[in-house]
C-alpha cells in the first residue's frame, strides 16, 4: 500500500502515510508535518520510496520511517535521549527531534564526513531544526555507528539506519533499562527489521518484524571531496 502515498507536498505524503495505516498515532504524524522531507532529499522527496543522497547512501522510504518511529513511539517523549545510527540525511533526527524536546536529546552518527556534513547543512535549512543544533537537542557526529556512541548515553531509544551484520553489542549495552532498539540485521540472504527490548531489570527481548532491505552498515570508505 505504500506506494499509494507517493504525493506532490510533504503535507500530502504524511495525510497519505496516515490515511493508508502507515502512521499511527497523531504525535508522530505530527513530528513528521514538521519535517520538510525536501530539506533532506533533492530528489523525489514526495515518493514513497528511497532516494540515493550520494556517497552511495539512501534516505529510506517514509513508510519505513514511519514505521520505525511509529515503533519506538513510547521510548519518545520530552527528556529521552536518542541514538540514530547511519543518520544519512539527518530527516530522522530532525523528526526525533520534535518527539522529544524540550530536555531530550538526539545524537546521529554516520560513518563518511561528507555525510554528516551535508545532514548539519540539511538541518539548517529550517530555523527549527537550526536552533535544535544550537542549543544541543540535535548532535551530528562522524564515528563507526556499530560501536554506538558512549559519550551521548544511555539512550530511551536506538534506530539504526543501515542493516548490520548482527546485534552488536555495544549497541545493547549503550540501551537504557528500560530501553528499545529498532535495528535491521542482514543474515546472508535476507534482511529482517529486529525490535530489540531492554527491561527494567536489564533483560533483553528479540522480536523478528519485517523483511527490507537497507544498504549494509560497514566501514567507512574514502570518497574523493
Known sequence: MSWRCSASSNVGLIENLWRNGLLATMEVK?????????????????????????????????HIHANAVETLKN??????????????SGYLCAVFAHLVAPGGKVVGIDHIPQITEQSIKNLRKSPVHSAFLDDG?????????RLGYPKGGPYDAIHVGAAAKELHEPLISQLKAPGRMF????????????????????????????????????DARKYEE
Not at 137 to 145: A, L, M, P, S, Y
Not at 207 to 218: E, F
Request: aromatic fraction near 10%; charged fraction near 25%; proline fraction near 7%.
Open 30 to 62: 505530527q513530528a513528521m508535518l514538521k519535517v520538510d522531507r525536501a530539506h533532506f532529499c533533492s530528489e523525489s522527496p514526495y515518493e514513497d520510496a528511497p532516494q540515493r543522497i550520494g556517497w552511495d547512501a539512501t534516505i529510506s522510504a517514509p
Open 137 to 145: 537537542t540535535i548532535e551530528i557526529v562522524t564515528g563507526d555507528g
Open 183 to 218: 535495528i535491521p540485521v542482514d543474515g546472508g540472504y535476507s534482511q529482517y527489521v529486529w525490535q530489540i527490548d531492554k527491561n527494567e531489570k536489564g533483560e533483553v527481548e528479540k522480536k523478528r518484524m519485517y523483511g527490507v532491505m537497507y544498504v549494509p552498515l560497514t
Open 75 to 88: 521510548f519518545l517523549y520530552p527528556g529521552s535521549r536518542v541514538l540514530d545510527i547511519g543518520s544519512g
